[in-house]
Each structure stands twice: as C-alpha cells, then as structure tokens.
T-cell receptor, first 116, second 109 residues
Framework: DTGVSQDPRHKITKRGQNVTFRCDPISEHNRLYWYRQTLGQGPEFLTYFQNEAQLEKSRLLSDRFSAERPKGSFSTLEIQRTEQGDSAMYLC??????????????FGPGTRLTVL | RKEVEQDPGPFNVPEGATVAFNCTYSNSASQSFFWYRQDCRKEPKLLMSVYSSGNEDGRFTAQLNRASQYISLLIRDSKLSDSATYLCVVPWGGFKTIFGAGTRLFVKA
C-alpha cells in the first residue's frame, strides 16, 4: 500500500499525559499537513511542512502541540499535557506541489484520540 | 465572517434528483478551489478541483464565481452512493488550507 499511513489508529489517554502520533506520507511527496477534525466539522488546519521545514502553524495551536518532520520523510505530532478538549480525529495529508501551487492532498486514515 | 462557509444540510434527495451546494469564501486572493468528499468515518478524498470558471466531470459540475466569492457543486442524477459529506476547500495564501464544515447529502431510494 503506497498511500498515507498513520499510527496509531486509536489512542485513549488520561488527561495530563503526553501522546505522539506518526504519519508516513506518500514517499515522493514534498508537502505534509496535519489537521484536526471533530464531529460535524471539517478538518481544521494545524501545521504544514515543505520537506523538513515547518513553514506554517495555526495560531489556534497552543504551545502544547509540536510537530516535526526530520529528513523530510515521516512526521510526528506530539501533544503534551493532554486535555479533554484535545479529543478529536487527527488527520495527516501529503501532496506533491510545485512552488506556489496547490494539488490534491492525499489523506491518511487518521488517529482518533480520546482523552479521559 | 467565517473564512469558508457551507450550508451544513442535511440535504435529503431521492435517487435521480439534481442537487446543488454552495460554498462562500472570504479571501478574495484565493485562486484555486477544491471539493472533497468524505464518507462516514473515512478520510476526505478529492472530488474536483476548480481553477477558473468551472469544471465538469460526468454527473458533477463545479462552478466558480469570483465576483461573489462562492463556488458551487452540482450533482445530477443522484445515486445512493453519492451519500456523503461534501467539503469545500480553499488554499488561503501562504501554506494554509481552509476546509468548510461540510454539507451532508443523503440520497434515498
């Protein structure tokens, strides 16, 4: 399967714990996005990587959230000191785009986080 | 005003009907637009892209009205398999991508 993969698919944690999610994009894709989606809403942009550089981060994202994409391959999203409001589906997407253009984003199946 | 707004629906239509959804956006500088489809508990998948005035793909037609800052999606001859949530997507300048909240469609036999 050469699509976008995410791990784990489900995560249940207690409030205050740290969690880390992994995304493996389609191998030649230079762009990687993280989104958060709650019930009845569309995906909400969290952050964006062009290769290994994190070029944009949502102002809605608190300091408890951090993302990395070492070597421009897989990416990790860490949430520290989780809160119940962090419960959501976390989606990763990748695309292959020339500069300043937008092509199709391919989404992974998501990681569903439940904070108790 | 929200950056991207959609009527949440749901739209309940019989098979064979024609249905249209609108999406308004507030960034007049946006140049390209997309419609994604999301099935229940699944990830979004690209349905159509709209770069100029419009795009047609079989039963689906997307149109762009830059002056009024909206895009529309028309589905003709609706099928049961068209039941899904349709997400309007607007790249926002820089590298941010804004999704609408989605419009839910139910097609009934």
């Amino acid at each position: 399967d050469t699509g976008v993969s995410q791990d784990p698919r489900h995560k249940i944690t207690k409030r205050g714990q740290n969690v880390t999610f992994r995304c493996d994009p389609i191998s030649e894709h230079n762009r990687l996005y993280w989104y958060r989606q709650t019930l009845g809403q569309g995906p909400e942009f969290l952050t964006y990587f062009q290769n290994e550089a994190q070029l944009e981060k949502s102002r809605l994202l608190s300091d408890r959230f951090s993302a990395e994409r070492p070597k421009g391959s897989f990416s990790t999203l860490e949430i520290q000191r989780t809160e119940q409001g962090d419960s959501a589906m976390y989606l990763c997407a990748s695309s292959l785009d020339p500069a300043w253009s937008y092509n199709e984003q391919f989404f992974g199946p998501g990681t569903r986080l439940t904070v108790l | 005003r929200k950056e991207v707004e959609q009527d949440p629906g749901p739209f309940n239509v019989p098979e064979g009907a024609t249905v249209a959804f609108n999406c308004t956006y507030s960034n007049s500088a946006s140049q390209s637009f997309f419609w994604y489809r999301q099935d229940c508990r699944k990830e979004p998948k690209l349905l159509m892209s709209v770069y100029s005035s419009g795009n047609e793909d079989g039963r689906f037609t997307a149109q762009l009205n830059r002056a009024s800052q909206y895009i529309s999606l028309l589905i003709r001859d609706s099928k049961l398999s068209d039941s899904a949530t349709y997400l309007c997507v607007v790249p926002w300048g820089g590298f941010k991508t804004i999704f609408g909240a989605g419009t839910r469609l139910f097609v009934k036999a």
